[in-house]
């Protein structure tokens, strides 16, 4: 691990504006990520922002009806909410499948959905990868790739995004709250906050240079059955090979969501048009234009047969 300075940000706005004043400065919260790659020289920061003690741990109701959560809230916490449990249970179930109990007692809200790709070739710094360095190519095209992406990838990346909790956030249609370096704040709906990788995968969110997430907003319940399967080749401490989100109505309508198939939660709106119709309809059209490899290719049986048991599931109460 490299020499760094470390300063206790004392208000959002602070940590934000010095994020931007120093070259290669880092939030850092619980740390379960970033230290990680620290470690490995995959990440170097030259300064580390703490943000612990700004008061972003409090989940709070709305006026419209839904919940407000800090970017510090544990994902502990957060799964273990009444609130959560009873109105976005898809939310609570999806933080259960993560990790270990020791990590989520760490991990954030925030950082879990800045968490970086688990793609061996990007942990490995003797190998190309183009989140690492930009333009050095991606060893994991031509390379083993039975975990790696079959939607929206690019002929520069290839690579899964790895948290579960951010699938059901995009399933939820959560808002991300944040603070710039200016002071200023703004919103920003979670569709739009990971990127696919294009030809620029090193750019994985829409955070600006030095923005800050401070919380992260849930609408007015949906109701119906909330349902998230993880599919994974050990039942505890392994990242998805393919998970399902769904949320399902009594009438058989409803929305889902993807993990483990692409650079970013997976969600189409015609597919939650096609929830009536059943697992293989609401298949085709989230599989659509797929581009898969010969280590990868069972996705898409596995998603449809996933998606299949899911409706099961629901149908049953």
Partial sequence: MRVFSYQRAQSPAEAAAAALRVPGAKFIAGGTNLLDLMKLEIETPAHLIDVNGLGLDKIEATAQGGLRIGALVRNTDLAADLRVRRDFAVLSRALLAGASAQLR?????????????????????????????????????????????????????????????????????????????????????????????????????????????????????????????????RASYAFALISVAAIVQPDGSGKVALGGVAHKPWRMPAADASMPKGGKAVAEQLLAGAKTTADNAFKLTLVQRTLNAVLAEAKKG
């Fill in 105 to 233: 007692n760490k991990a954030t809200t925030a950082g879990n959905l800045l968490q970086r790709t688990r793609c061996p070739y990007f942990y490995d710094t003797n190998l190309a990868c183009n989140k690492r360095v930009a333009g050095s190519g991606c060893a994991a095209i031509g390379g083993y790739s039975r975990n790696h992406a079959v939607l929206g990838v690019s002929d520069a990346c290839i690579a899964t995004h790895p948290s579960d909790m951010a699938v059901a956030m995009h399933l939820l249609d959560a808002t991300v709250e944040t603070v710039r370096p200016d002071g200023s704040s703004r919103t920003i709906p979670i569709a739009d906050f990971h990127k696919l990788p294009g030809n620029t995968p090193h750019i994985e969110h829409a955070l600006q240079a030095g923005e800050l997430i401070t919380a992260v907003t849930l609408p007015k319940p949906a109701g119906g059955t909330h349902i998230y399967r993880k599919v994974r080749d």
